[in-house]
């Protein structure tokens, strides 16, 4: 992590294997950044073969296209560089390249049976921490709502960081890659704590919080709350992206371990009908989810508003809590995402639809420190499409 680290990667690639697939877009190819590093690559290495035809959200179309290019090649390692669609697209077709089959036989947590080919990231935004997560997530036609890889054996076997790469990232990008972040520390910090039985650390991927994710995403969500707004309004403050680059990595390895929660898996099915920005639509939500769960967290929500600088002294931690709400309505308004699902295009009839498939998608939605039924994440939903958190909407189950 650091500015200036990019140049260790086509030593660190040599490391891992002589064959290399290079997964990247169109976009980055045609920047000079990245084109050196093609470039230095190919000087150390047998052979590379190139995929820039990643596009958003990772469909199975472009895991089928990657994968025949990694056996041209014949491929021994993999080297991403871009945003998390990129990487989250190298870990599947690491995971196909080394035990065959389709992404299909690996939807779930710890279907991968064991270890994929070598795989090096190079995170050319801030915000989704693949570099460091145990995820992949998927684009399936044939399912309404996202699908997602999970297990420990698809974490990159190297993650280098440098803001330098992050520094051409356009504001809206940089605005919902941040906001990504900031979601990832924020539902991490305030995940179910979980009892485990003895398989489940072997079972599971997400085991919600702990005290070794709360220090990372502290740590993360301070950072990004003091730069988000500063990347978006000024792509060109060299500070400001370092502290998003670190706080997105802290934020990876915060949910890496404890979880995300109803927040991303809202979003699964909203951003699959909407075909919305993941950080735009994660970020539009966490606010109503937070609101519904306040009582559970507010005292989570009180150490997170002084983190984030809010001067909550002499508050109460619900009036903290409620200060920390407060400014994140506000954040989200500075840096551009809409208040409310019916802005994004959402239906409110789609919106029980919508809840239930978003409680199927268990380890997100047991993360979630308040109630998780049909009817409650409905609730959350019809708050968020009228735009007034404060506004508890009850559905006809409830009323």
């Not at 605005?175 to 072997?202: K, L, M, N, W």
């Amino acid at each position: 992590m650091g500015e200036g680290v990019a140049q260790n990667i086509p030593r660190v690639v040599a490391e891992c294997g002589s064959r290399v697939l290079v997964v990247t877009d169109r976009v980055l190819l045609g920047q000079p950044s990245v084109a050196e590093i093609v470039a230095a690559v190919r000087e150390k290495v047998a052979v590379v073969g190139v995929f820039a035809d990643a596009t958003p959200d990772v469909p199975l179309t472009d895991v089928a296209l990657a994968v025949s290019v990694a056996a041209e090649v014949d491929a021994d390692v993999i080297l991403a560089i871009g945003g998390g669609t990129v990487i989250d697209l190298a870990k599947i077709v690491g995971v196909i390249r080394r035990h065959g089959g389709s992404p299909r036989d690996f939807y779930g947590e710890s279907k991968v049976p064991g270890p994929t080919i070598p795989l090096v990231a190079v995170p050319t935004t801030s915000g989704t921490g693949s570099e460091l997560t145990p995820v992949s997530v998927l684009t399936d036609p044939d399912r309404e709502l996202k699908v997602g890889v999970s297990s420990v054996h698809i974490v990159p076997d190297f993650a280098i960081v440098d803001p330098e790469l992050t520094y051409s990232c356009p504001a809206t990008v940089s605005a919902h890659s941040g906001i990504d972040a900031f979601c990832h520390a924020v539902e991490s910090y305030t995940a179910r704590p979980r009892a485990h039985e003895p398989r489940d650390p072997v079972e599971q991927v997400f085991l919600g919080r702990n005290p070794v994710t709360d220090h990372y995403a502290l740590l993360a969500a301070e950072r990004i709350a003091r730069s988000l707004p500063r990347v978006v309004r000024d792509g060109g403050d060299k500070d400001a992206r370092a502290d998003m680059s670190y706080g997105s990595m802290l934020a990876g390895l915060a949910f890496a371990h404890a979880g995300t929660a109803a927040p991303h898996a809202l979003q699964y099915p909203i951003g699959a009908a909407t075909h919305t920005p993941h950080g735009l639509g994660v970020g539009l939500l966490l606010p109503y989810a937070l609101d519904a769960a306040k009582d559970a967290i507010s005292d989570r929500l009180a150490v997170l508003a002084k983190v984030c600088g809010l001067d909550v002294t002499g508050a109460s931690d619900a009036e903290a809590a409620d200060m920390f709400l407060t400014w994140l309505d506000g954040l989200l308004a500075d840096i551009g995402i809409p208040a409310s699902l019916a802005d994004i295009g959402v239906a409110r009839a789609d919106l029980p639809r919508f809840a239930e498939m978003a409680g199927g998608v268990t380890r997100l939605i047991q993360n979630h420190p308040g109630p998780a039924d049909t009817a409650s994440l409905t609730a959350i939903l019809e708050a968020a499409w009228s735009g007034d958190r404060t506004r508890r909407v009850l559905t006809p189950e409830q009323r």
